[in-house]
Each structure stands twice: as C-alpha cells, then as structure tokens.
C-alpha cells in the first residue's frame, strides 16, 4: 500500500496545470501569421511520407493558444498561434490513412510545434 502510495505522489507531481489569466495575458505568441495555409503546407511537406498525396480538407484561421514542449519539460508552456488541419495522405504502403486532425503551433510564420494525435496527446486542444 505504501508503495502504491509514493507512485501516486510521483505521477502527481508529474502532472502540469494550465497557464494562469496572467500568464496567457502576458505571453509572447509573436506576430499573428500573415500567411498561415503556407506555413502548414510546408511543414507537411518536410514531415509526410508523401506530401504530393495530402489532401486537406480545411485549415482554421489562427488564434493563441498555449501547449507543453515535449523536448524541453522544464520549460512549464510555449505560446504560439494554434491552427488546425483535416488532413488525408498516403502511408508508406501508398494507402490513405484517412481524415485526421493535425494541430499546428506557428510563431513568426514558422511551425514550431506540430501535434498529429489529439486523442491520446495527454491535453484536449480544442481546434472547432
């Protein structure tokens, strides 16, 4: 019981809260994205098997938003414009995988962060 007790402790002060009011008021986004449907077409470019074959079906327009770097925990938030895409590509045995919503971060016109598995990325973001 002890043991099953410290492990709980230990996944809890695991855990990560959302970012305060103050913090989101006060956070650097960066410039809105001037040309965001570009920003994300390039980074499919760089990360699909087969970019020729993506098929998106809509792209959201821009708006601040907050995730948790997985290269850097210590780091508690980054802040970044949030954009979402339905997206459709081919695999590597040439199959279309079908519609999934892929959610990107862009700060100055870059992707700086992309998450593909919303369902099972630990937090809900909310891209509709």
């Known amino acids: 019981m002890r043991y099953l007790v410290l492990v709980a402790a230990a996944l809890l002060a695991g855990c990560q809260s959302m970012p305060t009011k103050q913090q989101t008021d006060s956070a650097d986004y960066g410039p809105k ?25 809509y792209i959201t327009k ?44 862009i700060k100055n016109n870059i992707v700086i962060y992309h998450q593909n598995d919303l369902l099972n990325s630990g937090r809900f973001i909310k891209c509709f």
């Open 33 to 57: 994205p001037n040309n965001h449907e570009q920003a994300i077409k390039n980074e499919l470019s760089i990360i699909l098997k087969d970019p020729d074959s993506a098929k998106i079906k």
């Open 62 to 105: 821009p708006k601040k938003n907050w995730y948790l770097n997985p290269k850097n925990f210590n780091t508690k938030f980054d802040y970044a414009w949030l954009s979402c895409a339905n997206i459709n590509a081919k695999n590597s045995f040439g199959a279309y995988t079908g519609y999934k919503t892929h959610a990107f971060f």
